[in-house]
């Protein structure tokens, strides 16, 4: 072993001149307890600063006059444990970022956000003193709350004002009155799961076969195990008796959903059957209680951590298996910050250094991990069937321009007419995508043909009828609806193509017997509402559920008998590598939401372009036919998985960003970077966002690209970003 003479640390500074380990003599009554992790006071020019103790050497590196000691640990532990200092090293490599950046992803939340320690392990707890308490008749919030808080008897402040959207006051009021009781307490669950029964269910024989390859490479080569089970396989279900195994052997797990709101069934079948081994990391809590439960975790107190992406960096010290639950989804890619990291391989490094488990989920695997299961760097375990041979639903495909040609003006097929109609009087329910929120898409002028714009973004504003007014999605910007064109004067201004609201408007219209409720990013602004609008559509307080692409997941609703599908090629039209991939992965995850009861399902998809082969295959829920044609595409092409891909992004003022963007190629092209393997510079597909343009690079490389930190200096209004492998290029 090395001896602890000089402790190298990362100067906890977010400035690149000190993104380097700097040389400390540790003192010799530090040797035998410092650790890597450790965080530490040391000298630096005449300040004193926080550094993290990241690597040991026995070897002087400094002249040994300017050789400074480090003055003493923060903490009695390493606050970070060793093998995540050595994620954080790779994550800087890997993504071009900054070794200091990257430590943060493992820090405590509230060291996050500002040098504080939140030292109170305690967090707000609301107890119901009374049940049957006589409230004011004009005080819904007040009721609104008893009734959260009357199957639980207690739960923290916290959840039960997000989840009762109701204000802080409201809760002062209801303890003036003696309703409820709210003190600190030191928190010992984080979930209160609702009651589910948790039936032991037997695995079907392909569960257990799936189960039995799990675990055979845990105890030998630990390849990462691509799990890919239809919708509705029972996926879940291995999950747990995989984690079961694993806390039989003293090991703890992290499981990843791609969003926590989106996954809240998910949830209650973990914390029932794990019971208070599970901690589940939601933005829900406050910054004190996320402290606290990191600190469990940290302790080693709770053994199975459920949360989105960043939950990847949880401090579990004795981690054994990391499960990422639809795997393709693309909230697992880092979209801010400088280390845009692939959630994917940040579990697969992370296991790889302590010696853990990975599975990946998915009905609808990335075409970059199919590929690597069929070339044997993953392993493939499949789910063909459904449980109890509930069989997968029929797809039928229809034509939206035979439908107009055939004199039918409604935004409705005549086939989705029928089952819609078939519904009424019966319990069943229906879902209905379309993935575009808002009235209409956007407002053309008939007479100029103009469309109105918004005035930051290269993008066409919303029509919302709800405010009567026209907005950005992509700024904030808003405006009133003009009465006449801003180009022409005319007065004939046209509200084109519909969005979720819109069809909201005409269900009603066409079908008044269905009552329909509606999730997307405008009912969803709240905190709460989603997990609101899905507990109403469960009990049945309405017949249609109509949304964007946020019903297309993982929602498990026994009475769907009907799914249908507007405009599914909408997102085809995206400028973007992985469009037909998300297309595909679309459908299958909508048609997935159907018949999953006792009853069986119907999927209608309606299309202008239905013999496209990502709707094709879906119809068929034919992945691997969907994935030889795309890979075939890849290949050619020299994509992803095939090559890397990276793309540099410019924005700011106009010219500026132009040369810049330039001066990059021109660097690329100097390293050596071949001319037919940059793609630009040119304006990105969204070439104007808030008022700051925007200029693009794309090269493919075979390798990931080193030394971008190297990067030709820019305009000082010019903002540069690189990301590897992105998942869109808007
Ligand atoms: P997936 O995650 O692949 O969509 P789930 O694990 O949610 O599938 O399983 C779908 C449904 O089937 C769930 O209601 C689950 O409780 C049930 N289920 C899973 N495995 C079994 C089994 N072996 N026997 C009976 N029911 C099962
Ligand atoms: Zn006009
Ligand atoms: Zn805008």
């Known amino acids: 072993m090395e001896q602890k003479l000089y402790a190298g640390v990362i100067v906890d500074v977010r400035a690149e001149a000190v993104n380097r380990i700097f040389q400390y003599a540790v003192p010799e009554s530090l040797r035998d307890t410092l650790q890597i992790g450790h965080r530490v006071l040391v000298p630096f020019g005449s300040r004193k600063l926080e550094g993290y103790v990241v690597e040991f050497s026995s070897e002087l590196d400094v002249e040994p006059q300017k050789l400074r000691s480090i003055l003493k640990p923060l903490d009695p532990e390493p606050v970070i444990l060793p093998s995540l200092v050595e994620l954080a090293r ?82 002062r009021a209801l303890e003036k009155q003696g309703v409820v009781r709210v003190e600190k307490e030191r928190v010992e669950r984080k979930v209160e799961p609702d009651p589910v029964a948790d039936p032991a269910v037997e695995l079907t024989p392909k569960q257990q076969e799936a189960v039995q390859t799990i675990l055979a490479e845990m105890e030998g080569p630990r390849r990462p195990v691509l799990l890919h089970g239809v919708t509705g396989s029972g996926k879940t279900e291995v999950y747990l008796q995989v984690i079961a195994e694993v806390l039989r052997q003293g090991k703890q797990a992290i499981v990843l959903v791609p969003e926590i709101a989106l996954t809240p069934q998910i949830l209650n079948r973990f914390a029932a059957r794990f019971k208070d081994r599970v901690t589940v990391l939601h933005s829900a809590l406050s910054l004190g209680e996320r402290f606290d439960q990191w600190c469990k975790i940290r302790e080693g107190s709770v053994d199975v951590v459920i949360g989105a992406r960043s939950a990847v960096f949880a401090p579990l010290p004795r981690l054994g298996l990391i499960v990422l639950d639809e795997e393709h989804e693309r909230t697992y890619k880092q979209e801010d910050g400088s280390i845009r990291y692939q959630t994917r391989e940040v579990a697969i490094k992370r296991c790889a250094l302590v010696g853990g488990q990975v599975i990946l989920g998915s009905a609808t695997p990335a075409v970059e991990s199919y590929h690597k299961a069929l070339q044997g760097e993953y392993v493939l375990a499949e789910l063909p069937e459904r449980v109890e041979q509930r069989p997968l639903p029929a797809v039928e495909i229809v034509d939206m321009r035979e439908e107009f040609s055939q004199g039918n003006r409604s935004m409705f097929s005549r086939r989705l007419q029928e089952e819609l109609a078939a519904l009424v009087g019966t319990d069943s329910q229906a879902i209905i995508l379309l993935n575009r929120r808002g009235f209409a898409s956007f407002v053309l002028c008939r007479e100029c043909g103009q469309v109105l714009n918004c005035p930051n973004c290269q993008v066409s504003l919303t029509y919302h009828k709800g405010i009567n007014r026209l907005k950005c999605h992509y700024c904030l910007h808003q405006e009133e609806l003009p009465i006449k064109c801003p180009h022409c004067a005319s007065r004939y201004l046209r509200q084109f193509g519909v969005g979720t609201e819109q069809l909201q408007e005409v269900l009603a219209k066409e079908f008044p017997q269905l009552r329909s409720i509606r999730l997307d990013a405008d009912t969803t602004r709240r905190k709460g509402a989603h997990a609101a609008i899905l507990r ?32 599914a090629d909408l997102s085809l039209r995206f400028p973007d590598i992985r469009s037909s991939e998300r297309t595909f992965q679309l459908l299958t995850q909508v048609a997935g939401r159907s018949g999953r009861g006792e009853l069986p399902g119907k999927v209608i998809v309606q ?36 090559r890397h891909l990276t793309r540099i992004l410019c924005s700011g003022p106009q010219k500026e960003v132009e040369e810049a963007c330039r001066a990059i190629a021109a660097y690329l092209l100097q390293q050596g970077i071949a ?45 540069v970003t690189v990301d590897f492998d992105p998942q869109h290029m808007l």
């Open 675 to 719: 001319e037919r393997d940059l793609m630009g510079p040119f304006p990105a597909p969204l070439g104007r966002i808030q008022g700051r343009y925007r200029w693009q690079v794309l090269v493919k490389s075979d390798l990931p690209l080193a030394g971008l930190n190297n990067l030709p200096a820019v305009h000082g209004d010019v903002q």
């Open 536 to 567: 109403q559509f469960a009990q049945g307080q309405a017949q249609v559920l109509i949304g964007t692409q946020m019903v297309a997941k993982g929602l498990d609703f026994p009475k769907v008998t009907l799914v249908g599908v507007l405009a």
């Open 607 to 642: 299309a202008y372009e239905p013999t496209h082969f990502a709707i094709q295959t879906a119809r068929s829920h034919d992945y691997l036919a969907f994935y030889r044609k795309e890979i075939g595409f890849r290949r050619a092409l020299g994509y992803p998985p095939f």
């Open 90 to 171: 790779w994550l800087a490599e890997t993504y071009a970022g900054l070794f200091s950046e990257a430590l943060q992803h493992m820090l405590p939340p509230a060291t996050r956000y500002g040098r504080e320690r939140v030292g109170v392990k305690t967090a707000q707890v609301v107890t119901l003193l009374d049940p049957q308490p006589r409230l004011r008749p004009n005080a819904p919030a007040q009721r609104r709350a008893v009734e959260v808080l009357r199957p639980r008897g207690k739960m923290l402040a916290a959840e039960l004002v997000a989840v009762a959207e109701i204000s802080p006051s409201t809760l």
